[in-house]
């Protein structure tokens, strides 16, 4: 479990941590969306700003880069990818264009995951709801609550099943289902023991909530814009400048 | 069981079909602007195991999730960006063709065939919407939306609609065991 121990709550009295988290949740989407739109300047007051957070929250930059260790790799192989070109012959060549490209791309991304775990990390997933039931209550047809509650859960879960995975993962090696040559064998056994420990999982969740008593309408968090916050909102507006920026 | 519980354990069902969605978009292989990604796999599941109804829950709340900027879309990113990226046919089609694929498979009550014929359909759907939309967001030609967006994964979807189909069969009793539902064929 300890790989999964960044991208969930830590508890803190940081600034960061003590920002309404619909502030904060606002502003990850903006970001994030704008993200796909920025060039360099826009990008490198993003990262400063970040790196900033992260010390400022008692995370640490470092111990934020290595909790997402295994998205680097993926990151390292989406470069190879998008840098590489393969011209008439068989042999890969590298372009200077293309190579920048994939740098500003995988930029990208990588900002996008570092905003996703650090609102994470310092948001409680009680407060995401109440952020998200706030945000979703103005849509007709939506039974904000529910919707709310749901992403809740998938903010909890989603490391436990990764975990699970790799437990799943490490069984199969060990029983050598992974030599087997058929791809559709693995998927199968994979995903069905995958599904059936989720299944489990959500079974005790149930239990858990029933024993709580759950129903849709408990006491939300009450949540206040402060001073902090429109600080906030301006350090995120000037950074948004910054896309006018080349 | 009383409606209440059913409804609950629905929603708890829906909120781990959305997770595993999420891990499914972990596991992708990059190719041009659109990954290869487990995550079409379990969509498809979703909505076999949980129906129409719930299969669509499920993936609209999975894409509410990544709006709101948490990072469960393909590569780990999110955001509102995503869905006005080249990508972003895709993760609509997500939601129409789970519940084309459910309501389609609840009809065929469990039938194999129906199931891989409701998928082959529901691919078609997120296929149809995903390349259009590459399309006009690339600018490209169709022909190069399409070998771009669509025809690197066809093999590969085959190969998760054959598993999906047998995938579905050995999980169905579990989840009609604990919402009560009458055991189909």
């Known amino acids: 479990m300890a790989a999964v121990k960044v991208v969930s709550y830590q508890p803190g009295d940081s600034a960061l941590h003590r920002l309404d988290p619909r502030t904060k949740q606002i502003m990850v989407m903006v970001l994030s969306s704008a993200c796909f739109a920025g060039g360099r300047w826009f990008l490198g007051m993003l990262t400063i700003s970040i790196a900033l957070c992260a010390i400022e929250s008692r995370i640490g930059l470092i111990r934020l880069i290595r909790e997402i260790r295994y998205f680097l790799v993926f990151l390292l192989f989406v470069f190879i990818i998008r ?93 050598c289902i992974e030599a087997r040559k058929s791809p559709l064998f693995r998927m199968n056994r994979f995903t069905i023991m995958l599904f059936r420990r989720a299944i489990i999982r959500g079974d005790d969740l149930v239990d858990a909530m029933q024993a709580r008593c759950y129903n849709e309408q408990r006491t939300m968090r009450v949540m206040q814009f402060t001073k902090l916050d429109a600080v906030a909102a301006g350090i995120g507006v000037l950074v948004l400048a910054t896309l006018s920026l080349a | 069981m009383d409606a209440s519980t059913r409804k609950l354990r629905l929603m708890v069902y829906s909120s781990i079909m959305a997770s595993l969605m999420a891990v499914g978009a972990y596991i992708a292989i990059p190719v041009g602007p659109v990954p290869i990604v487990l995550q079409n ?135 009609a065991e604990r919402l009560m539902v009458p055991r189909t064929t």
Do not use: H
Request: charged letters at 10%; proline letters at 4%.
């Open chain 2, 41 to 175: 796999l379990f969509v498809m599941l979703a909505a076999l195991l949980l129906g129409g109804r719930w299969g669509l829950i499920s993936v609209c709340v999975y894409l509410l999730a990544g709006a709101v900027g948490l990072p469960v879309f393909a590569g780990g990113t999110g955001g509102l960006g995503k869905f006005v990226g080249p990508t972003g046919g895709y993760l609509i089609g997500f939601a129409i063709a789970a519940w084309l694929i459910g309501t389609i498979s609840e009809k065929g009550r469990g039938n194999i065939f129906i199931d891989a014929a409701a998928m082959l359909i529901g691919t078609m759907v997120i296929y149809a919407i995903g390349v259009c939309w590459l399309k006009v967001v690339t600018d490209m030609s169709f022909a190069k939306a399409f070998s771009v967006g669509a025809l690197p994964f066809l093999l590969g979807d085959v190969i998760k609609i054959v598993a999906a189909a047998s995938i579905a069969r050995a999980l169905r009793p579990m989840i």
């Open chain 1, 83 to 175: 840098a590489l070109t393969f011209n008439d012959g068989l042999l890969p060549v590298l372009v200077v264009s293309q190579v920048q490209a994939a740098l500003l791309f995988c930029w990208r991304l990588l900002l996008i995951v570092l905003m996703a775990v650090l609102l994470i990390s310092t948001t409680p997933t009680g407060a995401i709801r109440a952020a998200l039931v706030w945000m979703l209550r103005p849509l007709p047809l939506v039974n904000e609550r529910a919707a709310a509650t749901m992403v809740g859960l998938i903010v909890r879960m989603v490391p436990l099943i990764l975990f699970q995975a790799g437990e799943i993962s490490d069984a199969m090696r060990s029983r």
